[in-house]
T-cell receptor, first 114, second 116 residues
Framework: ETGVTQSPTHLIKTRGQQVTLRCSSQSGHNTVSWYQQALGQGPQFIFQYYREEENGRGNFPPRFSGLQFPNYSSELNVNALELDDSALYLC?????????????FGPGTRLTVL | DAKTTQPNSMESNEEEPVHLPCNHSTISGTDYIHWYRQLPSQGPEYVIHGLTSNVNNRMASLAIAEDRKSSTLILHRATLRDAAVYYCILRDWGGAGGTSYGKLTFGQGTILTVHP
C-alpha cells in the first residue's frame, strides 16, 4: 500500500509568483486536508476536500485554492505569493471526513518565497 | 475550537516510561482526544485517540481523566526514535451551515528529548 506522497519536495519562488503543490492520497482515501507549517510552529489547517468538493476552510485568504480529482489526488494553488507564505505545506489523507478518522500525512513540500 | 495546553518540552531517558500531559478544560462532550507526533523532517504521524475510556495500542497508551478535562499520553519504554514533537488535539467538527469536517487544530506541542 502506497502512502501519501507530495511533490515537489522543495520549491523556491519569488514574491508575486504563483505555485501549485501536488498530493497523492493513500489508496482508498476520499478526503484530503492541507496544512501550512511555519518554522517552529504547529501545522495550521488550510482546507479539506471530500469527494472533489471543498468541505471546510481555515483562516486563509482566497489566494489559497485547491482541487481534488476523481482519483482523490489533490492540488494546492497559491497566487500572488508573499514572503510569509514560506513554510512546509503538508497534505493528509483519510478514509473519510469524520472526526475519528486517522489522518495520514505526507512528507510535505518546503516552499521558500524570496 | 476547544484548546489544549501542553508543556513546551520534556526529557526522558531511553527505556524509561514517559508521561506526556495535556489539559483541555473546555472540551465538549463530542470531542475526541487525538495525539499525533512529528519526527524531525517528517509529516505528523497518528499515535492514538480516545473519547472517554483509556486506550492502548502498539505505540502508546492514552489515559483520560474521568471529567475529560485532561489526558496523558504514556510511552511505556522510550526509545531514541520517540524523540519528536507530540501534539494533543481535540478533534472537532468545525464548519458552518451544516458542513462538517474533522480538521486537526495543532498547538505548539511538547518537544520530547530522549537521552541514551
Amino acid at each position: 500500500e502506497t502512502g501519501v506522497t507530495q511533490s515537489p519536495t522543495h520549491l523556491i519562488k519569488t514574491r508575486g509568483q504563483q505555485v501549485t503543490l501536488r498530493c497523492s492520497s493513500q489508496s482508498g482515501h476520499n478526503t484530503v486536508s492541507w496544512y501550512q507549517q511555519a518554522l517552529g510552529q504547529g501545522p495550521q489547517f488550510i482546507f479539506q476536500y471530500y469527494r472533489e468538493e471543498e468541505n471546510g476552510r481555515g483562516n486563509f485568504p482566497p489566494r489559497f485554492s485547491g482541487l481534488q480529482f476523481p482519483n482523490y489526488s489533490s492540488e494546492l494553488n497559491v497566487n500572488a505569493l508573499e514572503l510569509d507564505d514560506s513554510a512546509l505545506y503538508l497534505c493528509a489523507s483519510s478514509l473519510n471526513r469524520d472526526q475519528y478518522n486517522e489522518q495520514f500525512f505526507g512528507p510535505g513540500t518546503r516552499l521558500t518565497v524570496l | 475550537d476547544a484548546k489544549t495546553t501542553q508543556p513546551n518540552s520534556m526529557e526522558s531517558n531511553e527505556e524509561e516510561p514517559v508521561h506526556l500531559p495535556c489539559n483541555h478544560s473546555t472540551i465538549s462532550g463530542t470531542d475526541y482526544i487525538h495525539w499525533y507526533r512529528q519526527l524531525p523532517s517528517q509529516g505528523p504521524e497518528y499515535v492514538i485517540h480516545g473519547l472517554t475510556s483509556n486506550v492502548n495500542n502498539r505505540m502508546a497508551s492514552l489515559a483520560i481523566a474521568e471529567d475529560r478535562k485532561s489526558s496523558t499520553l504514556i510511552l511505556h519504554r522510550a526509545t531514541l526514535r520517540d524523540a519528536a514533537v507530540y501534539y494533543c488535539i481535540l478533534r472537532d467538527w468545525g464548519g458552518a451551515g451544516g458542513t462538517s469536517y474533522g480538521k486537526l487544530t495543532f498547538g505548539q506541542g511538547t518537544i520530547l528529548t530522549v537521552h541514551p
